[in-house]
């Protein structure tokens, strides 16, 4: 089967077992799956995903199916969008210093106009179909139609993610260094100019060199 065959659609339309499982692939990109544990509302981590990371963000989800089944989805939006929405602090107390460090690295180096990638996850039987393309191209369409000058997302070292996003353009904006204690592993955030602008140009000259 091609990637032609799948569609995306937007994540109101996604059933509750697709939401659960949504969350579920949340761990696959991420050390989710360590904050969640032991977490203070006492639900299991994958309930706790879903209430956190996904339910909150419907509005901004975006599905990729085949036919009914889900194949894949991404979460994006405007980092003003996605900043007004409160998810509270449920992770165990022992989170709350890096989750801090992290909102406080990403307010340093992002604008409100950015289009921010919170999540992209792929079911591990439809990878290798060109999948990835097809949502990354729904998240370029989805930023030039929201006006952001570009798109910003972050990635761990570890993740085999980070070429794909290198080769598509995106260049490092910073280095999140606080997690190496914790889990052996730097975050990158990347950024991709949408337009020609003054500021896109000065950009390209400021990452020029950056670790491609």
Known sequence: MSGADYAIVD???ASAADRRRMA???????????GSAANKLGIPCVDLQQRTNIEPFL???RVLVDGTRLAGFH???RQSELAAIATGRPYRDEMQALDDAY???VGAHTRPDDFFVASLAIEPRDRGRGLFHRLFDDILARARAAGS???VLAVWDSNAALALYRNKGMRALARFDTAWPLFFDRLWLLALPLADSPATRAFRELTQGAPA
Do not use: I, N
């Open 59 to 61: 509005a901004h989800l």
């Open 11 to 13: 994540g109101a339309q």
């Open 103 to 105: 909102e406080a690295f």
């Open 24 to 34: 579920a692939l949340l761990f696959s990109t991420s050390y989710l799956e360590y």
């Open 149 to 151: 000058p570009r798109v």
């Open 75 to 77: 979460v994006a939006a």
